[in-house]
């Protein structure tokens, strides 16, 4: 009994101590959260992220789900109001339900932004973006379409079915092919669930069920060695891979001659930039109405109406992929 | 009791594993492609190997459901070591040790003091997995040496080479399951740990023995799998424990311990290796996928309280 | 000291310690966030208590909500029904959902983690199918969402419907002469049957209710996201099964209180919020809960000096 009353009296001390805190900090305090933790690509921003932070001296907080759960990145968010941040930057998992919080974290006072991938215009102030949806599905048709001489049948591999991005992008994809590539069609679209051996597996199915197919695009990051092994492994050379995916991941293949093109964007000045941004809306210096923002090392970068644009989609091959790393 | 009702269970799956194959047969020959069946047999083979680790687990009526995070953090071990320049046998022992070691943890709060192994190995598998996380941040092992793949034994005999030594695993294991004291011994505990006990088996020894062989048996499906990479990736195993249950389960052997047989996880290793790609063959949509394989289990288990004449008790 | 009582003093403790190390943790805005987040999952948490009391498990509880969520949006947007007869939908197919568990455990007497493992993947499977994994719903009515969005006064309205759940089973586990039979059939299934208690009845009724309570999370989901999609309850019958446990209900049942999965939930509940807000990584989270769970099995142990089964 003694012990349980002494526990108690020590909890209402520090309970007393604690509830003081809650005062604010010098410098800005600025929240970037990724998709999912534990995912190469955004750990790659996050250095990015890191570098900018260390220059313009804020104090970033990195954090979000560490599975693809769709609540979490709300309850983060919550978390974040709570404590009190100046600016809070989300890649977006979920749009309509990411939205609600984060118009709530506006109401607040705290700025919002997007990055990588948005939320609904009004639950944010800017959006940082590395490209358009519909600027990846051309990108990508494009290469599809290179490869295939414009007609012929190709294959999907994705993330997983719930994944928005990837849904977005596909949805792009079918509008861009409907319109410019009428002879090229899209076979089946397989699911990877973010695992390279799943991917591996499905291509290595696909690739006996369609025969035909000679184009695989895995538009998920691991899904690109996987479907690139599982080509080179069945020694066709008849079928080449393109996809969205890390050059670091694609280096091998593209040298190998088996994945023609991977498509993605510097996902380290990504980051650079989203914190350079929200850093900049925060004090007030990114205002509506600018059309270019600075932002360190990246000189000047072009604003148009809400949007940060950080550049197009861009394309590593076997040439240029050892400029790269990450 | 007969030879057929003794192994009415294995009998059961075989001939569901048959109806599928007489689908195919049917409706897509084109799943009877050499490459095909070699791919499968590959691809299952990690499998395998785990639901031969699970049945000793189940045997003993105990359950791991952390092999999946066992599964990643042995793939890195091995592509760790790989990467520092060690030889291949010794960065594979190392994944088998690292399998055992983390086999040993589940095995010494399971049979040392005496906790339930669902809730320990609930425990086991959010922790390693998120440490693993947070240690690398999910980026992936790279730039290994060229004789990672294959264990540096080139494509073909790799891919021989990897379902010829889980089946041998396999084979060592049933042989040594029926005929080795120690494998009685796991039917005894699984039966019943306090009669096992005043026979003279020692069940704590050989509930921790079960889950350092699980590890172990992880750790060499890790690696299997790996091999067959160039690189790791460190969120690898996702949903793995899953599989191999089902597997295990559908297979015939009783979650309440002491019933089940290695023949019948083989048979479930197989037809549940076979559904995935069969239903692709079958022209079946990627979204239905998950609800089929739901379904199969049910249907496998399902049958056999059907067919029992003596219903399971509800609890072990 | 009793298991709860060490319990209720770590909560106290655990409250203390981010009170003095999370930025704004000790507000009454933050304690209604804290409700909100963990609403769902005590909903079940509270009907997988009965569950684990008889001995078994139900591990397709995330599946069902996600289920549920799907069947919410499809027949609110799709088929244009009116909310109120949708959401009824919605936790009809809980029902439906927590029957097929029911059937499979109660009457052909499989075992409880093989028949949830099957639906685990059925129920989630299922919304995929329907959705083909890309549709999700969304715009729904202001009066739906205040339901996870909205407060009654200060409070968070999810905290109504989590204390009437609470309430219910309480009453259920602790004061029915129903609730004791459980217990019984946590112990000795078979010598309950003798004593004649109807235990397939019971544990129909247990699953069926486990069922009911996924199909009302799913409610709370959807009106706190303003989203309906396949994915939703991903990995909650893990964290629900994690505060059970941690509540001092036995995993091999015959033994469980209400109080104590309450006590768990908050415990889990307010170490998430409290990492967050002390700017600590979200892994923490995971490897803290699991040493809590090891902790509180080892308690439970020494506490009961039960002779290893």
Known sequence: MKTAWRGWALSVLVLAAGACRGAGEHGQTIALMPKNKGNPYFASCRTGAEE??????????????????????NEVVEAWITRGVDAIAVSVEN?????????????????????????????????????????????????????????????????????????????????????RYPDMKLVDVRPSDDDRKRAFEETQTLLKVHPEVRVIMAIASPAVPGAAEAVKQSGRSDVRVTGLGLPNDARPYLKDGVLDSAVLWNTKDLGYLTVQAASAVASGTLKPGASSMPAGRLGAVKVEGDQVILGTPFTFTKDNVDQFNF | MSVAATHRRELSVGAAYLALLAALVLFAPAFYQRANLRDVLVGAAPVLVAAVGMT???????????????????????????????????AAAGALATGAALGALNGVLVAGFGLPAIVVTLATMVGLRETLRWLTEGVWVRDLPPGFQWMGLGQDTGRFAIPGLALVVWAFAAWGLRHLAAGRAVYATGSDAEVARLTGVRPRRVVFGVFVAMGALTGLAALLSAIQFIDVQTGSGVGFELRVIAAVVVGGTSIAGGRGSLVGSLLGVLLLATAGPAL???????????????????????ADAFGSATRWRARP | MTYERGLALGLVLEIALFSLIGWNFFTAG?????????????????????????????????????????????????????????????????????GLNAVLV????????????????????????????????????????????GRIGVVPSQLLVLLAAAAFFWLMIHRMAAGRTLRAIGFAPDGARYAGVPVSRRLAAVYLLSGLCAGVAALLYVARLGQAKADAGTGFELMAITAVIL??????????????????????????????????????AGVVTAALLLAALGANRVLQGRLHR
């Open chain 2, 56 to 90: 000793l687990v189940i045997l003993a009526r105990q359950i791991d459901i952390s092999i999946g995070s066992q599964f990643a953090i042995c793939a890195v071990v091995a592509g760790t070591l790989a990467k520092a320049g060690l030889a291949m046998p010794i």
């Open chain 3, 30 to 98: 933050n304690a209604g966030e804290i409700v909100r987040a963990s609403a769902e999952i005590g909903l079940l948490a509270l009907a997988l208590t009965p569950v684990i009391v008889t001995g078994g498990i139900d591990l397709s509880v995330g599946s069902l909500l996600g289920l549920c969520a799907v069947v919410l949006g499809v027949t609110w947007r799709d088929a244009g029904w009116p909310m109120p007869v949708a959401a009824a939908t919605a936790v009809a197919a809980g029902v439906v959902g927590g």
């Open chain 3, 106 to 149: 109660a009457r052909l007497g499989i075992p409880p983690l093989i028949v949830t493992l099957g639906t685990y993947s059925l129920f989630r499977g299922l919304a995929e199918g329907v959705t083909a994994g890309v549709k999700n719903y969304s715009d729904f009515p202001e009066t739906f969402l205040f339901l996870g969005q």
């Open chain 1, 95 to 179: 749009k309509e339900a990411i939205s609600t919080v984060l118009r709530k974290a506006r109401a607040r006072g705290i700025k919002v932004l997007t990055w990588d991938a948005d939320a609904e215009p009004d639950a944010r102030d800017y959006f940082v973006n590395q490209a358009t949806p519909r600027g990846i599905a051309e990108t990508l048709a494009g290469h599809a379409a290179r490869l295939l001489g414009g007609k012929g049948e190709f294959a999907v591999i994705t993330a997983s079915l719930t994944a928005a991005n990837q849904n977005e992008w596909l949805r792009q994809l079918r509008a861009v092919l409907a319109e």
């Open chain 3, 247 to 284: 509540g001092g209900t036995s995993i091999f049942g015959g033994r469980g209180s209400i109080g104590g999965t309450l006590l768990g939930l908050a415990t889990l509940a307010v170490l998430q919020n409290g990492l967050r807000l002390a700017d600590l990584p979200a892994e923490l």
């Open chain 1, 52 to 73: 900018a932070a260390k220059e313009l001296k804020v104090r970033l907080l990195w954090d979000g789900p560490t599975e693809t759960d769709p609540a979490k990145q």
């Open chain 2, 280 to 302: 692709t063959f079958l022209g079946s949509q990627a979204y239905w996928d998950r609800a089929l394989q739901g379904l199969i289990i049910l249907a496998a288990v399902a």
